[in-house]
T-cell receptor, first 112, second 112 residues
Framework: GNSVTQMEGPVTLSEEAFLTINCTYT??????LFWYVQYPGEGLQLLLK?????DKGSNKGFEATYRKETTSFHLEKGSVQVSDSAVYFC???????????FGSGTQLTVLP | NAGVTQTPKFRVLKTGQSMTLLCAQD?????MYWYRQDPGMGLRLIHY???????AKGEVPDGYNVSRLKKQNFLLGLESAAPSQTSVYFC???????????FGPGTRLTVT
């Protein structure tokens, strides 16, 4: 069935370090892919998305590329800030379903 | 615009009690969703609605009921609360199933 496998956390980095959070998916067809971010005490917000193979989503310095051949959508940022501390969720929307399938989330803490 | 709002923010119930969670959106979105978030499990879809007067089951619907009498509101009911329903509940809305979902701030429910 449909599923998302996301890098387990928690992840702790120093400010200005490079970030990668891995995400792979199992889905039928060609899903749209998303990264959502949840700041402490808040609901989820869309961070970036990609709707077809080789698309790159980007926002706030974060990037992720839709890799159909490896069914992956890894999140990267070149230089993290303390304000990036949050939980990051990978998700996909498949053409055959009307619902998002979420990964389990990765807690990121950035230390000054 | 307030976006998506949820009432209440916190609630403690005893086993067997009932309650209703209210979700309201002011974006004229057709689709609305109820999720629960449990540690290490990401978000799981409980029920969703594709328009006023319609509802459908998601991944984990047992023990919950929903209603969408008005386009802007989506109610989640627990008829007889159980400790397994202790969770954080998020409501979301979207224009259609392919568009970004906007999330509310969440309701933290504890069932003792």
């Amino acid at each position: 069935g449909n599923s998302v496998t996301q890098m387990e956390g928690p992840v702790t980095l120093s400010e200005e370090a490079f970030l990668t959070i891995n995400c792979t998916y199992t889905a039928t067809g060609y899903p749209s892919l998303f990264w959502y971010v949840q700041y402490p005490g808040e609901g989820l917000q869309l961070l970036l998305k990609a709707t077809k193979a080789d698309d790159k989503g980007s926002n706030k310095g974060f990037e992720a590329t839709y890799r159909k051949e490896t069914t992956s959508f890894h999140l990267e940022k070149g230089s993290v800030q303390v304000s990036d501390s949050a939980v990051y969720f990978c998700a996909f929307l498949s053409g055959s379903a009307r619902q998002l399938t979420f990964g389990s989330g990765t807690q990121l803490t950035v230390l000054p | 615009n307030a976006g998506v709002t949820q009432t209440p923010k916190f609630r403690v119930l005893k086993t067997g009690q009932s309650m209703t969670l209210l979700c309201a959106q002011d974006m004229n979105h057709e689709y609305m969703y109820w999720y629960r978030q449990d540690p290490g499990m990401g978000l799981r879809l409980i029920h969703y609605s594709v328009g006023e007067g319609t509802t459908a089951k998601g991944e984990v619907p047992d023990g919950y009921n929903v209603s969408r009498l008005k386009k802007q509101n989506f109610l989640l009911g627990l008829e007889s609360a159980a400790p397994s329903q202790t969770s954080v509940y998020f409501c979301a809305s979207s224009r259609t199933e392919i568009y970004e979902q906007y999330f509310g701030p969440g309701t933290r429910l504890t069932v003792t």
